[in-house]
Protein backbone atom coordinates (compact mmCIF):
# COMPACT_ATOMS: atom_id res chain seq x y z
CA UNK A 1 0.00 0.00 0.00
CA UNK A 2 1.36 3.31 -0.91
CA UNK A 3 1.22 6.76 1.07
CA UNK A 4 -1.64 8.14 -1.16
CA UNK A 5 -3.54 5.21 -1.09
CA UNK A 6 -2.87 4.34 2.62
CA UNK A 7 -4.44 8.13 2.77
CA UNK A 8 -7.41 7.65 0.65
CA UNK A 9 -8.54 4.34 2.65
CA UNK A 10 -7.92 6.17 5.97
CA UNK A 11 -10.02 9.32 4.93
CA UNK A 12 -12.93 6.89 3.09
CA UNK A 13 -13.53 4.86 6.67
CA UNK A 14 -13.76 7.98 8.39
CA UNK A 15 -16.71 6.19 10.65
CA UNK A 16 -15.81 2.92 10.36
CA UNK A 17 -14.47 0.89 13.40
CA UNK A 18 -15.45 -2.43 12.21
CA UNK A 19 -13.15 -4.62 10.00
CA UNK A 20 -8.85 -4.73 9.92
CA UNK A 21 -6.32 -2.54 9.06
CA UNK A 22 -2.67 -3.33 7.78
CA UNK A 23 0.17 -1.88 9.12
CA UNK A 24 1.41 0.28 6.29
CA UNK A 25 -2.11 1.32 6.30
CA UNK A 26 -2.22 2.94 9.58
CA UNK A 27 1.60 3.99 10.10
CA UNK A 28 1.26 5.94 6.64
CA UNK A 29 -1.79 7.91 7.79
CA UNK A 30 -0.12 8.52 11.64
CA UNK A 31 2.88 10.37 9.29
CA UNK A 32 0.68 12.12 6.92
CA UNK A 33 -1.13 13.34 10.69
CA UNK A 34 2.67 14.11 11.87
CA UNK A 35 3.53 16.18 8.90
CA UNK A 36 -0.09 18.13 8.85
CA UNK A 37 0.78 18.80 12.85
CA UNK A 38 4.21 19.77 12.10
CA UNK A 39 3.06 22.02 9.60
CA UNK A 40 0.10 23.46 11.90
CA UNK A 41 2.46 24.18 14.47
CA UNK A 42 5.23 25.87 12.39
CA UNK A 43 2.26 28.34 10.78
CA UNK A 44 0.51 28.64 14.53
CA UNK A 45 4.08 29.66 15.69
CA UNK A 46 4.92 32.11 12.86
CA UNK A 47 1.23 33.37 12.70
CA UNK A 48 -0.29 33.02 16.13
CA UNK A 49 1.76 34.10 18.61
CA UNK A 50 0.73 31.92 21.65
CA UNK A 51 -2.04 30.59 20.05
CA UNK A 52 -2.87 27.37 18.47
CA UNK A 53 -5.98 27.48 15.96
CA UNK A 54 -4.16 25.89 12.77
CA UNK A 55 -3.01 22.95 15.44
CA UNK A 56 -6.53 22.46 16.72
CA UNK A 57 -7.89 22.77 13.25
CA UNK A 58 -5.65 19.60 12.22
CA UNK A 59 -6.62 18.42 15.45
CA UNK A 60 -10.25 17.87 15.22
CA UNK A 61 -10.34 16.82 11.57
CA UNK A 62 -7.72 14.17 11.91
CA UNK A 63 -9.05 12.67 15.28
CA UNK A 64 -12.07 10.34 14.30
CA UNK A 65 -10.26 8.86 10.99
CA UNK A 66 -6.96 8.39 13.39
CA UNK A 67 -8.41 6.59 16.39
CA UNK A 68 -10.90 4.16 13.73
CA UNK A 69 -7.65 3.71 11.81
CA UNK A 70 -5.60 2.59 15.70
CA UNK A 71 -9.04 0.50 16.02
CA UNK A 72 -8.71 -1.45 12.76
CA UNK A 73 -5.26 -2.02 13.23
CA UNK A 74 -5.85 -3.39 16.60
CA UNK A 75 -8.30 -5.80 15.31
CA UNK A 76 -5.48 -6.91 12.29
CA UNK A 77 -3.45 -8.27 15.49
CA UNK A 78 -6.60 -10.06 16.92
CA UNK A 79 -7.06 -6.86 19.75
CA UNK A 80 -10.08 -5.36 20.59
CA UNK A 81 -10.33 -2.22 19.60
CA UNK A 82 -11.03 -0.54 23.07
CA UNK A 83 -7.19 -1.40 23.76
CA UNK A 84 -6.62 1.99 22.32
CA UNK A 85 -7.73 3.88 24.70
CA UNK A 86 -5.67 2.38 27.44
CA UNK A 87 -2.61 4.81 27.97
CA UNK A 88 -5.77 7.81 28.65
CA UNK A 89 -7.51 5.33 30.94
CA UNK A 90 -4.72 4.20 33.24
CA UNK A 91 -3.94 7.58 33.34
CA UNK A 92 -6.88 8.30 34.59
CA UNK A 93 -7.18 5.69 36.96
CA UNK A 94 -4.11 6.76 38.28
CA UNK A 95 -4.56 10.39 38.78
CA UNK A 96 -7.96 9.23 40.22
CA UNK A 97 -6.75 6.61 42.59
CA UNK A 98 -3.65 9.31 43.81
CA UNK A 99 -6.54 11.68 44.61
CA UNK A 100 -8.60 9.07 46.84
CA UNK A 101 -5.27 7.59 48.54
CA UNK A 102 -4.70 11.28 49.26
CA UNK A 103 -8.27 12.10 50.50
CA UNK A 104 -7.66 8.65 52.78
CA UNK A 105 -4.79 10.11 54.32
CA UNK A 106 -4.99 13.93 54.54
CA UNK A 107 -4.58 15.72 57.69
CA UNK A 108 -7.16 17.15 59.81
CA UNK A 109 -9.14 19.86 58.58
CA UNK A 110 -7.08 21.99 60.87
CA UNK A 111 -4.14 21.36 59.50
CA UNK A 112 -3.33 22.79 55.83
CA UNK A 113 -1.59 20.44 53.60
CA UNK A 114 1.27 22.17 52.14
CA UNK A 115 5.18 21.52 50.09
CA UNK A 116 6.36 20.58 53.25
CA UNK A 117 3.92 18.13 54.67
CA UNK A 118 2.51 16.54 51.23
CA UNK A 119 6.42 16.24 49.65
CA UNK A 120 5.78 12.26 49.54
CA UNK A 121 2.43 12.34 48.03
CA UNK A 122 3.34 15.20 45.54
CA UNK A 123 6.43 13.10 44.65
CA UNK A 124 4.35 9.85 43.77
CA UNK A 125 1.88 11.79 41.53
CA UNK A 126 4.90 13.75 39.70
CA UNK A 127 6.47 11.07 38.81
CA UNK A 128 4.17 8.17 39.21
CA UNK A 129 1.67 9.72 36.54
CA UNK A 130 4.30 10.18 33.89
CA UNK A 131 5.32 6.71 34.24
CA UNK A 132 2.10 4.89 34.10
CA UNK A 133 1.12 7.34 31.06
CA UNK A 134 4.79 6.14 29.30
CA UNK A 135 4.59 2.58 30.10
CA UNK A 136 0.96 1.81 28.44
CA UNK A 137 1.39 4.19 25.52
CA UNK A 138 4.89 2.61 24.68
CA UNK A 139 2.86 -1.06 25.04
CA UNK A 140 0.34 0.46 22.78
CA UNK A 141 2.58 1.42 20.23
CA UNK A 142 4.40 -2.13 20.20
CA UNK A 143 0.72 -3.61 19.68
CA UNK A 144 0.64 -1.36 16.91
CA UNK A 145 3.37 -1.69 15.08
CA UNK A 146 3.24 -5.84 15.10
CA UNK A 147 2.55 -8.10 12.18
CA UNK A 148 -1.05 -8.88 11.87
CA UNK A 149 -2.40 -12.20 11.89
CA UNK A 150 -2.52 -14.04 8.41
CA UNK A 151 -5.37 -15.70 7.93
CA UNK A 152 -9.22 -13.97 8.98
CA UNK A 153 -10.12 -13.49 12.22
CA UNK A 154 -12.74 -12.54 14.08
CA UNK A 155 -12.41 -9.02 12.93
CA UNK A 156 -12.76 -10.04 9.56
CA UNK A 157 -10.69 -10.71 6.48
CA UNK A 158 -6.96 -9.74 6.53
CA UNK A 159 -6.51 -6.33 4.46
CA UNK A 160 -5.45 -6.67 1.09
CA UNK A 161 -3.01 -3.98 -0.97
CA UNK A 162 -3.46 -2.66 -3.90
CA UNK A 163 -1.66 -5.43 -5.51
CA UNK A 164 -3.57 -8.22 -4.32
CA UNK A 165 -1.31 -9.70 -1.38
CA UNK A 166 -1.95 -9.27 2.22
CA UNK A 167 -0.09 -7.56 4.41
Not at 42 to 65: E, K, N, Q, S
Not at 141 to 162: K, W, Y
Request: hydrophobic share 50%.
Amino acid sequence: MTFVQALRTCLRKFFRFGGRASRAEYWFFVLAFVVANWVAGTLDYMFFDGRHPFGVFVACIVFLPITSAGWRRLHDINRRGWWLLLPGMASLIFLVGAFVIRGLTAQPMAEIPSVSNSMGWLYTLMLGFPLVSFVSTIWLIIQLARRGDPHENRFGPVPQSSEGDSE
